[in-house]
């Protein structure tokens, strides 16, 4: 929405504070979790903030949601061996902190995982 400020993701985007960025594409942009829980945590982001959570993705834009998977998917396989956790955290009592929907992709050994 652009009447309210830009998340913290947005501002990765726009390349006003620093990520380590492993993909990126006019829709997507995926990059390091500052805080890894796994070997291997990436964040893959849908560029607009139109969405908060999953099911509002989902709900919205499907084919985005399908894109976000498939993004993960591939990461996995390039940065991992290919099995990974993906986990969307969708309200605050779930332990979402950004209002921007976003999945977490783990893997690489997960047994130490908060997020398990
Ligand atoms: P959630 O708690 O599901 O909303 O996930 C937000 C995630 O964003 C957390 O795992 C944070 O560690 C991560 N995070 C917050 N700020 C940054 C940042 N500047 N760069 C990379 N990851 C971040």
Redesign the pocket.
């Known amino acids: 929405m652009s009447d309210t400020a830009p998340s ?1 993701f947005s501002r ?1 985007v726009a390349r006003e ?1 620093p ?1 380590d960025i492993v993909f990126e594409n006019d829709r997507i942009i995926a ?5 890894p ?1 796994a070997p291997l ?1 990436l ?1 893959v982001v849908p560029k607009t903030q139109e969405f908060a959570n999953v099911t509002e993705l989902a709900a919205g834009n499907p084919e985005l949601m399908t894109e976000v998977v498939a993004v993960a998917g591939h990461l996995a396989a390039e940065h991992a061996n290919g099995e990974y956790r993906l ?1 969307f ?1 969708s309200g605050v009592t779930a ?5 921007h929907v ?1 999945a ?1 992709v783990l893997a690489g050994g997960l047994a130490e995982s908060s997020l398990a």
């Open positions: 913290i990765i504070i990520a990059f390091r979790d500052i805080a829980q945590h964040l986990v955290n332990g979402q902190t950004v209002f976003h977490h």
